[in-house]
Every structure is written in structure tokens, then in C-alpha cells.
């Protein structure tokens, strides 16, 4: 059974970090495509940050350059969404996906397994 389980979020003052934590049991983290996803009350879930097992590679929008990093924890089978410099628009739920055709998408109904969420909120 695949099961993935996010952790590190909470409550950040403008400009902290937070680093969240997937932890993804029943698969490896080498056979799939990791993403992380967000979604703020009342809006769409958005695409966040990706890592592909297929090539190694990582995608995320030019929004989230520079601010977000994600990376692979291979020793513990995690995945890793490092956050800097936070906003308040950056209140979401945040969510992490794993794709079993090993391939990033910004489309989350590509994506076969979910977690549950961690809550980040940014006081203003």
C-alpha cells in the first residue's frame, strides 16, 4: 500500500523558512515523479515544485524559483520542499503526489497517490 505523509508545517512570520517532509512508504522514491502541490482556501491547487525520477530533474514554476527547492532524501525515502523567504500569500495547504510514470506534470490529475496535507500559514 502506498501511503505518503507530509510534515513541517505551520505558522511563519514574513521572511522566515519552513522545510516540509514527505515521507513515502510502500514505493521507492527512485520509481516515481515527486511533486508538491499547494492549495489556498477558494482557489485551485496549484503545482509547486517537482522532481522526477526519470531524469533526475526538477521543475517547478518561475514563480518559485529562487524561494523553494525541493530535494530527495534517499536514505530515508523522503522528499524534501525547502522554503524561504515566506509570504503570506504563501498560505496553503501543501500537498505531496507521486506520479508512477516517473515523469513531472503541472497537471495533479496526473498523479495516482496523495497525501493529506500540512498546513502553512504566513501571518501578515
Known amino acids: 500500500q502506498v501511503q505518503l505523509v507530509e510534515s513541517g508545517g505551520g505558522l511563519v512570520q514574513p521572511g522566515e523558512s519552513l522545510r516540509l517532509s514527505c515521507a513515502v512508504r510502500g514505493v521507492t522514491v527512485d520509481d516515481y515523479a515527486i511533486g508538491w502541490f499547494r492549495q489556498a482556501p477558494g482557489k485551485e491547487r496549484e503545482g509547486v515544485s517537482c522532481i522526477s525520477s526519470r531524469d533526475g530533474k526538477i521543475y517547478w514554476p518561475e514563480s518559485k524559483k529562487g524561494r523553494f527547492t525541493i530535494s530527495r532524501g534517499y536514505a530515508k525515502n523522503l522528499v524534501y520542499l525547502q522554503m524561504n523567504s515566506l509570504k503570506p500569500e504563501d498560505t496553503a495547504k501543501y500537498f505531496c503526489?507521486?506520479?508512477?510514470?516517473?515523469?513531472?506534470?503541472?497537471?495533479?490529475?496526473?498523479?495516482?497517490?496523495w497525501g493529506q496535507g500540512t498546513q502553512v500559514t504566513g501571518s501578515s
Open positions: 503526489a507521486a506520479d508512477r510514470s516517473s515523469q513531472c506534470s503541472a497537471n495533479s490529475d496526473r498523479y495516482d497517490y
